[in-house]
């Protein structure tokens, strides 16, 4: 149990992330998740050797990871790795968490598997969202361009919507292509984004930004990919 002790303090402090226990009854058994996704990027599990093909009702401690199908393929072909156990076995790890795999070894699975859960659309959009500066704002488009793909506007919005951290991801600097404002339903209730932006120092008439004071020109997007 070391190791699974060493393995949360070092999710913790590289990550931010607590374990989280949805499983009733099988306190043995925790997750962590990646913030903005909400995904899990590690699943500590106790079971039995038998259920890992071993032999025997020993108890045995693993932690399902994320993967490539490639690197799985490969892995598993060493001592204590094994398919997903009870997952998607072509995209997911377990390693065993008894002394088998070294430590560093697991670390290195867990952020491989971390990585591969932040690379979705969700999380590229936060991420190019928390970029827009003081002053400014972007358009949809403009955030689907820095997130990697100006053709995914519409899922930008369907992401803003659902904002896991408004504190620190300022979707309210997010307007239409016209520099208009979102409905009244966003961001607390009426008036609630025009009151945002204007404690930002921008100025909004008539529910409408002016892109060419306010907005970003398309050449001057920070980190911007697929323009």
Request: proline share 7%.
């Amino acid at each position: 149990m070391a190791l699974v002790q060493e393995l949360t303090d070092w999710i913790r402090e590289t990550y931010g992330a607590e374990p989280e226990w949805p499983f009733v009854g099988k306190p043995g058994s925790f997750v962590f998740r990646e913030k903005l996704s909400g995904k899990w990027f590690a699943l500590v599990m106790t079971i039995t050797r038998r259920q890992m093909g071993c032999g025997g009702e020993e108890e045995l401690t693993v932690v399902n990871v994320k993967s490539d199908p490639d690197l799985i393929g490969q892995l598993t072909q060493l001592p204590g790795y094994r398919p997903g156990y009870h997952m998607n076995k072509q995209h997911w790890l377990t390693v065993f968490l008894d002394g088998t795999v070294p430590a560093e070894q697991v670390f290195a699975r867990v952020s491989e598997s971390y990585a591969l859960i932040r690379n979705t659309p969700s999380v590229r959009i936060y991420e190019a969202v928390r970029q827009i500066p003081q002053g400014y704002v972007a358009t949809y488009g403009q955030v689907a361009a820095m997130a990697g793909d100006r053709k995914m506007a519409r899922a930008v919005g369907n992401a803003l919507h659902r904002n896991p951290d408004p504190e620190s991801i300022p979707c309210y600097r997010v307007v239409n292509a016209k520099g208009e404002l979102s409905g009244e339903f966003a961001f607390g209730g009426p008036g609630a984004q025009a009151k945002l932006l204007e404690a930002d120092g921008i100025e909004v008439n008539g529910g409408r930004v002016d892109l060419k004071r306010f907005g970003i020109p398309d050449d001057e997007l920070p980190g911007q990919t697929g323009i």
